[in-house]
């Protein structure tokens, strides 16, 4: 045992959790599709549907197994069969039977949400997990855990607010309402499960393996399916599977297919919870969870049909407009983080505010056709408030490094934009369930003018695109300053503009053209401000050693 954790090296550690997440990754994402494939296409069983989510235990056998050898090969015929003691045993089949418990709360949600409704309320399991770690094993939280907790919470509430808006057909309201409840609790459950398993390892008083770690989920699963089994008699639902695969809709075989792989999927899904929760913490893995479960539902939308605004200004009004941030980014970079400025980049704000009121004087010359002037005004308002949010974001991101109380490096950066990024996408999420975006996009796919196919390409590349946008932001803060980084924002807006002219074929008025000459002067003025002060700084530097060498020679 002692020559197995000594063989988990810190890079072997590194491979295994990732190893771990992948598993965990296909359980997020392939569990709840095939739970739904089931009863989308006939399948009645709750119990049996709770059974197959940890059935398929005896598949841990085969990495055991592989142990096992590895072991023996290095100690020889003195080889523990297995490490899990009486205590541990109990505690892992106690986790289990409530895991059963769990299975079943979320199999009875599963049948009546759709996989789009029920990820998101899986989704507040982190909210549990994050109580039970605080309070079980004593985690700390940081600001942006708390944050992403509370977000997490709200969405699942704000989700219970509108419960009726994507009622599946043939599910009753009375249905829906305790669908959602049971899954909510499910959530809660196992929400709460993880930290009693970090528990479980923290005071096991015996070195923790993977060998361990696989026993204990074999245990657990066991249990939990035994649990299932009672449930399935009492029910009986090992009398009514055969007559349920005549009735199945993509037929017998196929049932039999989808229950087998519904096996295997779940149990990747416990395999790499457990694994993840013993490389690195529960809050980790709830975390994971929470992380996948929107590509889940993105692929519930996908696969089974589900019910998931458009711009009010043409690009190239809204890229000067957003031009306009540089002025709030200096504004913001001036009061928060005490940049100092010159002649120069107060010229350069200036002219960048003037080129967007400029802009705002004539507002209906490049209205998009079927937008009114109302909608086109609001689109400008809306539009000239995110740039001045933002640009008070960029100096708040730099005075975060200001005041981090460590080093800033490339990978705190990039850690700090991932859960910007995450948090700001729960917010997202929120206002999509609450405007019913997801019930829409299925339809606005297939109204889509250059095809559905094409239309889930533009949805990724947006995604990804934007994404080496706020990336690029954070790094520029990070490697100068928030104001260098809004006017690189800014000096790249142009290009955007005469991107939509070409695409577009968008409108650029004379106002648009006096627009961009005062936000290019402004450019240069900013960049021109720039350089002199770095000759400045320069000059100074040499005349300080000039005068540091010149003491330093002694009279002879």
């Given at each position: ?440 996009i299925s339809r606005e796919a297939k109204n889509f003018n250059l095809g559905e196919a094409r239309y889930y390409l533009v949805v990724i590349w ?95």
């Amino acid at each position: 045992m002692e020559e197995e954790a000594n063989f988990l090296s810190i890079n072997m550690k590194r491979f295994l959790l990732i190893i771990n997440c992948l598993l965990l990754s296909v359980g997020v994402c392939g569990g709840p599709l095939m739970m739904r494939l089931y009863f989308v296409e006939g399948g009645l069983r709750i119990w049996f549907n709770s059974w197959l989510q940890t059935g398929g235990w005896p598949l841990t056998i085969i990495p055991l197994v592989i142990l096992y050898f590895y072991r023996r090969k290095i100690e020889g015929s003195d080889t523990k069969l297995y490490y899990t003691t009486p205590r541990i045993f109990i505690a892992s089949f106690v986790i289990g039977i409530f895991t059963g418990f769990d299975a079943y709360l979320y199999s009875w949600g599963g049948s009546k949400l759709p996989v789009s409704t029920s990820s998101l309320l899986i989704a507040a399991q982190l909210a549990f997990t994050a109580i039970g770690a605080y309070f079980i094993v004593k985690i700390k939280f940081t600001s942006y855990s708390i944050n992403a907790v509370v977000l997490l919470t709200l969405g699942a509430v704000l989700l219970g607010i509108r419960s009726n808006g994507d009622r599946p057909e043939g599910v009753t309201s009375k249905e829906y309402v305790i669908g959602f409840i049971m899954t909510l609790l499910a959530a809660a459950l196992y929400g709460l499960i993880l930290p009693c398993i970090e528990l479980m390892y923290l005071k096991a008083k015996q070195a923790i393996t993977a060998t361990l770690v696989l026993e204990i989920q074999m245990v657990m699963c066991f249990a939990s399916t035994a649990f299932c089994t009672i449930g399935m008699i009492a029910n009986k639902d090992f009398q009514a599977i055969s007559r349920e695969t005549k009735k199945f809709n993509l037929g017998e075989a196929r049932y039999y297919i989808v229950v087998i792989w519904s096996a295997i999927i779940w149990q990747c899904f416990f395999v790499g919870a457990v694994g993840v929760i013993y490389l690195s913490s529960s809050l980790m893995s709830g975390v994971l969870i929470a992380v996948l479960l929107p590509i889940t539902e993105i692929l519930g939308v996908i696969f089974f049909d589900e019910k998931f605004s458009r711009s009010k200004l043409p690009v190239s009004t809204s890229s000067l407009l957003i031009a306009a941030q540089l002025a709030f980014t200096a504004i913001g970079a001036y009061f928060i983080v005490k940049i100092k400025f010159t002649s120069y980049s107060i010229n350069a704000v200036v002219l960048l505010t003037v080129g967007a009121i400029l802009l705002g004087i004539r507002l209906n010359g490049d209205r998009p056709e079927g937008v009114t002037t109302k909608e086109y005004v609001v689109g400008f308002i809306v539009t000239l408030l995110a740039a001045a949010l933002y640009g008070l974001i960029l100096p708040c991101i730099e005075l975060m490094y200001l005041k981090a109380k460590q080093a800033i490096t490339a990978t705190l950066v990039l850690e700090i934009q991932m859960v910007m990024c995450f948090a700001s996408t729960a917010f997202c999420t929120i206002g999509m369930i609450a405007n019913k975006d997801f019930q829409a996009i299925s339809r606005e796919a297939k109204n889509f003018n250059l095809g559905e196919a094409r239309y889930y390409l533009v949805v990724i590349w947006s995604a990804i695109i934007w994404q080496c946008f706020f990336v690029g932001a954070v790094g520029v803060i990070y490697l100068s300053s928030s104001l260098m980084s809004g006017v690189l924002i800014a000096v790249l807006l142009p290009i955007t503009q005469i991107l939509a002219i070409v695409f577009f074929k968008e409108k650029f008025s004379g106002e648009k053209g006096l627009s961009l000459f005062l936000s290019l002067w402004g450019f240069v003025s900013y960049f021109y401000g720039e350089f002199k002060q770095a000759k400045k700084v320069e000059k100074m530097k040499i005349q300080e050693n000039e005068m540091t060498s010149t003491t330093q020679i002694e009279p002879v």
